[in-house]
């Protein structure tokens, strides 16, 4: 093979207007899904103490946050409620005055077909204990007790206007008694985005601040190890037969060889949720201006979409979406 000096790889980083041409993986803000936390009885929005610049909204201020997502182009918002009061069962999750379905209306209301209202699927902001499905008597998460739980949150969800719902909580079985619970009450049209492939992960304890989680314990029982990759297709593989029209990895930068393994694998598309805890670091390593924070996001972003991801959810999306239109 020809060498240096008639082969020169240089040429094509010479200019801005080289490198742009030659990019292989750009960024769009469509591809873009902004997580969104919404609580029940405040009059301000709560800044996350770990999440320097996202808030707890309230029902006024997501909708301002909704059309501010419009605006950008981005391709979603994913709602997560935070209310006022909890149970052993989940109770506010089937409530269509609970914070959540009520902010899917709101979602939906303000952004019309122009933005996915994205939903999250799961129990664990409606639980007094945290956990993500109902307990047993002996204090186990009982998976087929939730499952029942759940086929009925997916059709309040959808009732209440979202064009996906995400099941995240890790029950076997999850996707598909979501999917015919909305396929019987008549939602054929609304998409699943199945939570596919989710680590017991260190880095969701600033999320838990952001939901006011009540969780003593962990979730390793039903969250997958951080060591299993094949454990990870497999989980795919059964949400797809289910009826997953999108699968996801969660967390993503400590995970990005699993989304590369996932999008090679299946056919559907693949979303990775950039979550709390790497948003945190950099953000902390930023202030302490220890790096350039916007490259850092950037960087961040193009990290996970190179991995395989066609969709990324991530607290960045609107500031991002911004330094992409600049």
């Not at 719902?165 to 609304?190: C, E, I, K, W, Y």
């Not at 390793?220 to 699968?247: C, F, H, M, S, W």
């Not at 950039?274 to 916007?294: C, K």
Request: charged share 25%; proline share 4%; aromatic share 6%.
């Amino acid at each position: 093979m020809p060498g240096f000096p008639d082969v020169r790889p240089r040429r094509l980083r010479s200019s801005a207007a080289v490198r742009r041409l030659v990019s292989e993986t750009t960024i769009e803000p469509r591809q873009l899904i902004l997580p969104m936390f919404v609580r029940e009885d405040i009059r301000e929005p709560v800044a996350i103490s770990s999440m320097p610049g996202v808030y707890q909204h309230t029902r006024d201020t997501a909708r301002k946050a909704v059309a501010e997502a419009v605006q950008l182009g981005l391709g979603g918002v994913m709602l997560f409620g935070v209310p006022a009061e909890k149970d052993a069962v989940g109770s506010g999750a089937l409530d269509p005055a609970g914070i959540l379905n009520v902010a899917i209306a709101d979602a939906v209301s303000e952004a019309g077909d122009d933005l996915l209202v994205m939903s999250d699927l799961c129990l664990d902001e409606f639980t007094s204990h945290g956990h993500c499905g109902v307990l047993d008597s002996a204090g186990r998460v009982d998976n087929d007790a939730t499952l029942k739980i759940y086929a009925e949150m997916g059709v309040a969800q959808a009732s209440a206007g979202a064009h996906v719902v995400g099941p995240s909580g890790m029950m076997d079985g999850q996707v598909g008694v979501v999917r015919r619970a909305l396929d019987a009450a008549g939602f054929t049209d609304t998409v699943i985005m199945a939570y596919a492939v989710k680590y017991a992960s260190a880095f969701f304890g600033p999320f838990r601040e952001a939901v006011g989680s009540s969780l003593q314990g962990d979730r390793k029982t039903y969250q997958q190890d951080p060591g299993n990759a094949r454990d990870a297709i497999r989980e795919v593989d059964l949400d797809v037969a289910e009826g997953a029209d999108l699968v996801m990895v969660k967390p993503a930068l400590a995970y990005l060889d699993i989304i590369r393994q996932v999008r090679d694998h299946v056919n559907v598309p693949v979303a990775a949720y950039n979550i709390s805890g790497e948003y945190a670091m950099v953000e902390a390593a930023a202030a302490n201006g220890w790096i350039d924070r916007e490259r850092a996001i950037m960087e961040t972003l193009t990290s996970i979409k190179r991995a395989g991801a066609d969709t990324i959810l991530t607290y960045w999306a609107s500031e991002a979406a911004e330094l992409l239109h600049r």
